[in-house]
C-alpha cells in the first residue's frame, strides 16, 4: 500500500504541476503579480527550502528568508500605501497580530527569569514578519485562488519525490496508535507528518472554494491524498467541517440567499466558541485526552497556575523542557500556545483576530474562501500550532494570506498600477 499511495501521491503532484504551469497566467494575476508575486513566493517556498536544505539548524535562513520577504514587500508597496491595510478590518487584524506579539514579548521579558536563550531572535522575526504583512495587505491585490494556487504549488514541491523517497515515511505510531491506509505515515522532507497535513488540508479547501475545473480536481487529488497518508485525524475532521461550512454558502447561494458577508453576531460566536471550547479541553485535559496531547496541557496549567492572566512567556517552555518539567513536544494546541505566551489576554488577542477575519471578509467569493478556511483555522487550532505568531515558519503564509484577502471584495483592483513585473515577458 505504501507503493500504491507514493506513486498516487508523486503522479497527481506531477499532473497537478502541469497544470499549474499551464494555468500561469492565471496564477500570477490571483497572487498580485509583480514584486507582490516574488514576496508571496518568498514567504512560501523560502521558508520551506529553508527546512528542506538545512534541517535542524533553520535559524539563519529562516532570518534570512523574512528579511527578503521584508525588502519584496517595501518593493512592491513603495512605501506609499497604508501601513496594515486599505480597510479598517485589514487594518484591526494586523494591529491585533502586532498586539499579540507585543503582549507576548513584554510578558516574557517581565517574568522571571526574562527571556530565555536566543528568543529574543525570533521575537525580532515575528516583529519583521508583521511588518511585511502591513505593508503586503497595503497594497496586494491578492485574490480568493491566490492561496489555492500557493498551496497547491508548495504542495508539488513537498510531495513529488514521495514514490522514490523512503525519507518521506516513517513507521507508524503505535504508541499515539495513528496509522494510515498506506501502512506508514507520510511527512515529507519535514519532520512531522501533521506539518504536512495542515498544507494539504488548508490547499484541499481554498481548492474547493475558489479553483475550477480540471485544476481543482487535480488540487483535491493531490491534497486529499496526502492528507489520507498522513493519518491526520484532526486534519480530517477539520477538512469534513470546513466542507460543511461551503456547502451551507453553496446552497444559500443556489436558494438566491448569499452570504456577501458574515453578521457581527455570528462572526463573535464563532470565534468566541472556537476559543471557549479549546481552553474548556485544555483545563480538563488528562493525561490520555486526544492521543496524550493532555499531558501537554497539564504541564501549560501547571505551569501557569499563578499567571493565567498574563501568561510566562514562550521562552519559558524550553526551558522547562530542557529541566524536565514540561514534555519534549510543542503545544499541540495554538490556544495553548497563546495560553502559555500571554494568557488569557493572548487567548482574547487571538480571538479577536479571528473575528476580523469572518466579519472582514467582504463578497461572495472572498467569504466562500476565507470564512471555510478560518473555520478550518479554527478547528484544527484545537489540537495543532497552525500559526505561531511569535515566530516565522513555512505555515506562516496561511495566516498572511487570510489577513491580506479580508477587507474588500477581490473584483477591487488596487488603486494604482502594479509594481513592475519581475521577469515579464
Known amino acids: 500500500m505504501k507503493a500504491l499511495f507514493g506513486a498516487g501521491i508523486s503522479g497527481t503532484a506531477l499532473l497537478l504541476l502541469f497544470g499549474l504551469l499551464y494555468d500561469r ?90 527571556v530565555v536563550g536566543d528568543r529574543w ?55 499515539f496508535e495513528k496509522c494510515s491506509p498506506a501502512g506508514q505515515l507520510f511527512r515529507s522532507f519535514v519532520s512531522s507528518e501533521n506539518y504536512i497535513a495542515i498544507v494539504a488540508a488548508f490547499t484541499f479547501i481554498a481548492a474547493l472554494g475558489a479553483l475550477r475545473g480540471v485544476l481543482r480536481i487535480l488540487a483535491l487529488a493531490n491534497s486529499g491524498v496526502v492528507l489520507v497518508a498522513t493519518g491526520s485525524r484532526t486534519g480530517m475532521v477539520a477538512v469534513l467541517a470546513a466542507m460543511g461550512v461551503l456547502a451551507l454558502l453553496a446552497l444559500l447561494r443556489r436558494r438566491g440567499s448569499p452570504v456577501d458577508r458574515v ?95 469572518l466579519r472582514g471578509a467582504v463578497g461572495g467569493s472572498v467569504v466562500a474562501v476565507v470564512v471555510p478556511l478560518t473555520s478550518l483555522f479554527m478547528i484544527y487550532s484545537t489540537t495543532e500550532v497552525i500559526w505561531n505568531p511569535l515566530a516565522f515558519d513555512g505555515l506562516s503564509w496561511l495566516a498572511v494570506g487570510l489577513t491580506c484577502l479580508i477587507g474588500r471584495p477581490s473584483s477591487v483592483a488596487a488603486s494604482r498600477p502594479p509594481a513592475a513585473v519581475v521577469g515579464a515577458r
Not at 529553508?50 to 527578503?68: E, H, K
Not at 453578521?263 to 481552553?279: D, E, G, H, N
Not at 501547571?302 to 524536565?324: C, E, M, P, R, T
Open 121 to 175: 531572535i525570533t521575537y525580532v522575526v515575528a516583529t519583521i514578519l508583521w511588518l511585511g504583512t502591513g505593508l503586503l495587505a497595503a497594497g496586494i491585490t491578492l485574490r480568493p485562488a491566490g492561496l489555492a494556487y500557493a498551496g497547491s504549488a508548495l504542495l508539488v514541491f513537498m510531495t513529488l519525490p514521495a514514490v522514490a523517497a523512503d525519507s518521506f515515511w516513517i513507521p507508524c505510531n503505535q504508541l
Open 263 to 357: 453578521s457581527r453576531a455570528l462572526a463573535f460566536l464563532m470565534s468566541a466558541a472556537a476559543v471557549a471550547t479549546a481552553l474548556a479541553l485544555i483545563f480538563s485535559a488528562t493525561m490520555n485526552t486526544l492521543s496524550k496531547r493532555g499531558s501537554i496541557w497539564i504541564a501549560v496549567r501547571n505551569h501557569i497556575d499563578d499567571h493565567l492572566l498574563a501568561g510566562i512567556g514562550v521562552s519559558k517552555w524550553s526551558y522547562f523542557q530542557d529541566v524536565g518539567e514540561s514534555p519534549q513536544h510543542f503545544f499541540h494546541s495554538g490556544y495553548a500556545l497563546a495560553l502559555f505566551s500571554g494568557g488569557v489576554v493572548a487567548v482574547v488577542l487571538l480571538g479577536a483576530w479571528l473575528f476580523c477575519l
Open 25 to 114: 497566467r492565471n496564477l500570477r494575476i490571483a497572487l498580485g503579480g509583480g514584486w507582490w508575486l516574488t514576496a508571496i513566493a518568498v514567504l512560501v517556498f523560502g521558508a520551506n527550502l529553508s527546512i528542506a536544505l538545512f534541517p535542524g539548524r533553520t535559524s539563519y535562513p529562516l532570518g534570512a528568508t523574512v528579511l527578503l520577504f521584508l525588502v519584496c514587500a517595501c518593493v512592491a508597496a513603495r512605501l506609499d500605501d497604508v501601513l496594515g491595510g486599505r480597510s479598517a478590518w485589514q487594518r484591526a487584524a494586523w494591529g491585533l497580530h502586532g498586539a499579540l506579539v507585543g503582549w507576548c514579548f513584554v510578558v516574557d521579558l517581565t517574568t522571571r527569569p526574562g
